[in-house]
């Protein structure tokens, strides 16, 4: 059996883990978001409706696995009607 030490790249059950977080906890439910392993830690990638839902996903994932290094490509689609009218020719 084999130990993960800090400098390990995360393995197939952290990815799991944060992939079920996301999806099962109500403060979060979300299913948008997919996990990619890489060498040195895990990119989360999608797109959610505020930076706020943004922050409290990384902040959760943080809180759960404090020893794994995350980076966030998590974009922010726009969900308010456009301030202004587009006029098409």
């Known amino acids: 059996m084999t130990e993960q030490h800090g400098g390990a790249p995360p393995d197939e059950y952290v990815e799991a883990e944060i992939h079920r977080l ?15 392993r890489l060498e040195r830690g895990l ?4 797109e959610v409706e505020s930076p706020h839902r943004r922050e ?3 902040r959760r994932v943080a809180e759960r696995f404090p020893d794994v290094p995350i980076t ?14 587009e006029e098409l020719p």
């Open 72 to 85: 966030s490509d998590i974009g922010v689609i726009r969900t308010q009607a456009p301030s202004q009218v």
């Open 43 to 46: 990119v989360l990638y999608g």
């Open 56 to 58: 409290e996903i990384l």
């Open 22 to 36: 996301l999806a099962e906890d109500p403060a979060v439910a979300e299913q948008g978001i997919t996990v990619v």
